[in-house]
């Protein structure tokens, strides 16, 4: 393990079951950054009107949404419903590009039939913010008696290598910013803040909870939680801590707003069992299973194998709204019932992958 881990600084770690998933959860909202978009806008467009927006431009339909001609031939048969679903989900980028700027892994795969050696060669550079101590450390795990034998680097907390190779098989990962968080603006009874609207004329009792937080060395902190239909009440959070614009999207004046977030990451999930199978995957029928398993966070995966394949699988859960694609950059009306998740998801078969493109 890495120095910064090491006996002398934190202790040798071992978390229990729900702290492992929850480092899943919260790695997985790190990685879905369109949440945070929607509360930005609003807090501009209170002080320049539509020329916000100017500020976000919206995706460029020439530069396509899907991938090459001839990179995707196996799941050429995809739905029109996730078609337009893919455009929407794929409108933030370019929002994320003007945010961020410098930010953005990559990750490739070549064919042997390009290389030197005659085999397929990986590269995976993850684009995660320089912390100390650093986020990645080195890890080789080996289980005999499960046939587990896999090397990369893995965060603290995480008993599964996130990236690296086992013997049959090397991956890499990259974020694939689909957009799977919607804000919501809920409008709440007039004479009971605990009740929401889900139409004109109906409102819906919204769940209510106590939640400690506990800091080391420090005073312990309760929350009051409300959940909406849709998902926790953001501003409640934002009110609590005074937090402004430039943490939140949200100014002084935005307080006696609700918004309330919808997001994958707070769905239940299966990430950490997925880690387990992608860790001693063998083969492409192996790595799309997994792929199109995982619930989140919406992830690329570059996998190349000693048999020569080279592969890419986008994984992840894709909502489909209710009718259709909608402005991913704007808080929506949670109260008229027109943007909700009511479809489901894009089947994982339908997201985009691709086996031994023709390119290599």
């Known amino acids: 393990m890495h120095m910064a881990f090491s006996r002398d600084r934190v202790g040798l770690l071992h978390p229990p079951v729900e702290d492992v998933v929850g480092i899943s959860r919260i790695m997985a909202m790190q990685m879905s950054h369109g949440w945070f978009v929607p509360l930005l806008l609003r807090t501009l467009e209170r002080k320049l009107g539509e020329a916000a927006h100017t500020l976000l431009p919206g995706w460029d339909t020439r530069r396509g949404t899907t991938l090459p001609t001839g990179v995707c031939e196996e799941n050429r048969q995809a739905k029109a419903e996730s078609e337009d679903a893919v455009v929407h989900l794929m409108a933030s980028q370019s929002e994320m590009d003007a945010l961020m700027p410098g930010q953005g892994s990559n990750a490739f795969a070549v064919s042997g039939e390009h290389t030197a050696s005659g085999k397929p060669m990986l590269a995976s550079d993850p684009h995660l913010r320089a912390s100390t101590p650093t986020i990645w450390y080195q890890v080789h795990l080996v289980c005999r008696s499960s046939g587990l034998d896999v090397a990369g680097v893995s965060v603290p907390g995480m008993p599964m290598v996130v990236m690296g190779h086992n013997v049959d098989m090397a991956w890499g990962i990259t974020l694939s910013y689909v957009d799977v968080a919607d804000v919501y603006e809920e409008r709440a009874h007039p004479s009971n803040a605990d009740e929401f609207a889900i139409s004109s004329d109906t409102y819906e009792r ?122 991913s950059a704007r808080v929506l009306p949670g109260y008229d019932g027109k943007h909700e998740w009511e479809h489901g998801y894009i089947p994982g078969e339908e997201m985009p992958f691709v086996l031994n493109p023709k390119q290599g």
């Open 206 to 327: 919204c769940k209510k909870w106590k939640e400690t937080i506990y800091v080391k060395g420090g005073r312990s902190e309760t929350l009051t939680v409300r959940w909406t239909r849709h998902g926790p009440l953001l501003s409640d959070l934002l009110e609590v801590h005074n937090w402004v614009s430039d943490e939140s999207g949200l100014d002084a004046g935005a307080k006696t707003e609700h918004f309330s977030l919808q997001a994958c990451f707070l769905q239940p999930g299966t990430l950490v069992h997925r880690l387990y199978q992608l860790n001693k995957a063998r083969c492409w029928d192996e790595l799309a299973t997994i792929c199109r398993s995982i619930e989140t966070p919406s992830l690329n995966f570059v996998a190349a194998f000693t048999n020569g394949d080279i592969a890419y699988h986008v994984a992840g859960h894709a909502p489909l709204r209710r009718g259709g694609a909608t402005d």
